[in-house]
């Protein structure tokens, strides 16, 4: 598939110490993507040697690009999107797999009015609890027209210059996004699903990691600050 034919082409990743998987993720999402589309990696500063392995990768795959930002989602997305040539771009995270219709349903997209939009999502364990709770995600995501990051949010590049990219907020990035796009346009909502992982509710607890959520988004929209609210997320 061309980049004409499908303009959404400038995948930006942030990543910090994502171990051996890695490279694997981002060879597939090349595949997906196509090696006349673009990927941008952002690593925030890894210790480990899953970057070097990107960075060897890079020296073979010309549409992978490889930079360095300070330590934070936000700041790491907004340095890649500077250097994206596409007309759109598609923020993903590392543990999110993107499926194989994805440049297809981008392309529709492309078509429409929207501005921005996000993927349904599907957490990788096929309990029902999981599953019960990637349905709940994606309902109240249409219903609020709030995307979180795992969703795989993407936005004409030419809005999210606009309105100045991301916030630069250690939490809560993605939800101040979605507020400050949806006053544009509607979210175009993908049905077809993102896989992310459920390692946080695997390792915390459904309950637990349930409730977490729904205080800290709570606790946000009241207008308590990002700064404080990262330190009550990192405790669990």
């Known amino acids: ?3 004409a034919n499908a303009p959404f082409s400038s995948v930006i ?6 171990g051996e998987r890695l490279l694997s993720f981002v060879q597939q999402t090349i595949d997906l993507v196509g090696r006349e589309n673009q990927v941008i990696v952002v ?21 992978l690009t490889v930079i360095s930002a300070p330590k934070s989602r936000a700041i790491q997305m907004n340095a890649g999107a500077k250097l994206a040539t596409a007309d759109n771009l598609l923020f993903l995270h590392a543990d999110t797999a993107l499926p194989r ?17 996000r993927f349904d999502l ?4 096929g309990a029902l609890r999981y599953k019960t709770i990637s349905w709940f995600i994606n309902k109240r995501s249409r219903l609020t027209s709030i995307a979180t990051g795992d969703q795989a949010i993407f936005v004409r590049r030419a809005t999210f210059e606009k309105i100045n990219g991301y916030v630069a907020q250690p939490l809560m990035e993605d939800i101040e996004l979605s507020i400050r796009l949806k006053r544009i346009s509607k979210p175009y909502c993908i049905k077809t699903v993102v896989i992310t992982s459920a390692r946080k509710w695997e390792k915390e607890g459904v309950i637990k990691t349930v409730w977490l959520m729904w205080k800290l988004r709570a606790a946000y929209a009241r207008g308590v600050s990002p700064n404080i609210l990262v330190k009550e997320y990192y405790k669990h």
């Not at 990743?13 to 994502?18: F, M, S």
């Not at 690593?43 to 549409?63: F, P």
């Not at 599907?122 to 364990?125: T, Y």
Request: aromatic share 6%; glycine share 6%; hydrophobic share 35%.
């Open 1 to 3: 598939m061309s980049t």
């Open 43 to 63: 690593d925030g500063g890894s210790n480990d040697e899953s970057i070097n392995q990107i960075r060897s990768l890079a020296k073979v795959e010309k549409n």
């Open 122 to 125: 599907k957490l990788n364990n």
């Open 101 to 117: 219709c994805a440049l297809t349903e981008l392309v529709h997209f492309s078509a429409s009015e929207c501005v921005w939009g």
């Open 13 to 18: 990743v942030p990543v910090y110490n994502e």
